[in-house]
């Protein structure tokens, strides 16, 4: 069974940046042709999605994050990755990656991203 493993969160003054990656526990066929999200959840809150690749070179990003926040991927190394900049304290959440296609999905353990002064 492929698993998704998180890393990269951790505690960031506001301003500051963050890269999370997301890579597969094995090489995952056709990685290229999954769609690729990132979701976020604060406490108290429910899950929501910040950034996607719903289809190669389409990008949906949340109001809240966009022009901030950057998708991408290395499909070679069934990786992904999200590039977050100017920082705030209400980026606060843990941050859990996604990817599906067709009826195949995975979701990674999540990683705690904290931005606090």
């Known amino acids: 069974q492929v698993q998704l493993v998180a890393s990269g969160g951790g505690l960031v003054q506001p301003g500051g940046s963050l890269r999370l990656s997301c890579a597969a526990s094995?090489?995952?066929?056709?990685?290229?042709?999954?769609?690729i999200e990132w979701y976020r959840q604060a406490p108290g809150k429910q899950r929501e999605l910040v950034a996607g690749?719903?289809?190669?070179?389409?990008?949906k990003y949340s109001e809240s994050v966009k022009g901030r926040f950057t998708i991408s991927r290395d499909n070679a190394k069934s990786t992904m990755y999200l590039q977050m900049n100017s920082l705030k304290p209400e980026d606060t959440a843990v941050y859990y990656c996604?990817?599906?296609?067709?009826?195949?999905?995975?979701w990674g353990q999540g990683t705690q991203v904290t931005v606090s002064s």
């Open positions: 094995e090489p995952i066929y056709e990685f290229g042709f999954y769609a």
């Open positions: 690749e719903p289809e190669l070179n389409v990008y």
């Open positions: 996604h990817i599906l296609r067709f009826s195949n999905h995975y």
